[in-house]
């Protein structure tokens, strides 16, 4: 489930909050709340300059906004109990919201992967949430090798250990316990290191 409408709200960039939005916008035109705004409403709150007229859309805009949230999680809810895969959801959720999305397509589409995501955290935070879940100040993670991922991935299917896994991709075998919560804080300082380590330099282990 989400909550919509919410300028700085964890939900904002996600598909579930643009597709509430449209939902939403639409609901505000039927009504006669044109969405955007008329540049002759651009300066004046609530499309209007009446304060009763004001307190009257302020209603219709918030109450179409709950409508809104109420039709994108129900669909969630329906998606949730029909298709989607119960045990790839339960590990999802384990992790930081930000990772979920690249865990739950990973565990959902492989019973491999499903398996390494329970059993090493951080090394399936390594190889399937690499690509935008993680903030660095110094690193671009654009630069990460997108062959050095599918051939993780990979490794994973053909039934690779963990060691050679882990080694390949420069996570150390000492996170194997680490919990999903806290795991992204470290791979994100493996990562540091790997992003820094010059070519044909073999794995770095930041840690004892």
């Known amino acids: 489930m989400i909550t919509g409408g919410f300028r700085y709200g964890m939900f904002m960039y996600s598909q579930e909050e643009s597709l ?3 939902i939403h916008h639409a609901m505000l035109n039927r009504a006669g709340l ?3 705004p008329n540049p002759d409403q651009q300066h004046s709150k609530y499309w209007s300059t009446d304060k009763d007229e004001q307190t009257r859309n302020r209603q219709i805009y918030h109450g179409f906004r709950l409508a809104s949230l109420k039709i ?3 669909l969630i809810r329906e998606v949730l109990q029909e298709a989607a895969v119960p045990e790839a959801v339960t590990q999802a959720r384990r992790f930081r919201f930000g990772c979920r999305a690249g865990i739950y397509h990973a565990g959902a589409k492989s019973h491999r992967a499903l398996q390494l995501i ?3 955290p951080a090394l399936a935070l390594a190889i399937y949430c690499s690509k935008s879940e993680y903030h660095f100040s110094t690193v671009d993670i654009r630069s990460k090798p997108s062959e050095q991922l599918s051939e ?3 490794m994973v299917e053909r039934g690779v250990s963990l060691k050679r896994i882990a080694g390949f991709m420069g996570v150390p075998m000492a996170l194997h316990k ?3 919560g806290a795991a992204g804080c470290r791979v994100s300082q493996v990562k540091t290191e790997i992003f820094r380590r010059p070519r044909g330099i ?3 282990f ?3």
């Open 20 to 22: 509430r939005a449209a």
């Open 34 to 36: 044109s969405w955007p």
């Open 72 to 74: 994108i999680n129900n």
């Open 118 to 120: 329970e059993t090493f």
């Open 152 to 154: 993780a991935s990979a």
């Open 178 to 180: 680490v919990k999903p």
């Open 202 to 204: 073999g794995p770095v």
């Open 206 to 208: 930041p840690f004892p």
